[in-house]
């Protein structure tokens, strides 16, 4: 059974910086691809980050080099560190895992981002 957790959200002002973590069992972060999501109220989930098996990661352009996300092999966790927030920012946020053997998607419930002052 996969099951990912995501921790670390919270409020935050604007140019503040925090780091998600997700914890994931039944699934390897190292060998599968592993992806952040956003959904802002009223709005459709939206792509942030991902990391694949080699390494390789990539991000949309909105991210503008503000977003990191890496992964802790040995802890099987993923992260996502966001800097220079802004409340355009403010969503909750999940981790995705996806299988490189079957191509499912597995997620988590997510963690609350929310950027104000």
């Known amino acids: 059974q996969v099951q990912l957790v995501e921790s670390g959200g919270g409020l935050v002002q604007p140019g503040g910086s925090l780091r998600l973590s997700c914890a994931a069992s039944?699934?390897?972060?190292?060998?599968?691809?592993m992806g952040w999501y956003r959904q802002a109220p009223g709005k459709r989930r939206e792509w942030v980050a991902t990391?694949?098996?080699?390494?390789?990661?990539n991000y949309p352009t909105f991210v503008k080099g503000r977003f990191t996300i890496s992964r802790d092999n040995a802890k099987n966790t993923v992260y996502l560190q966001m800097n220079s927030l802004e409340p355009e920012d403010t969503a909750v946020y999940y981790c995705?895992?996806?299988?490189?053997?079957?191509?499912?998607?597995?997620w988590g419930k997510g963690a609350a981002v929310t950027v104000s002052s």
């Open positions: 995705k895992g996806t299988s490189v053997l079957n191509s499912m998607e597995y």
């Open positions: 039944g699934i390897i972060v190292s060998i599968n691809t």
């Open positions: 990391i694949a098996s080699s390494g390789i990661t």
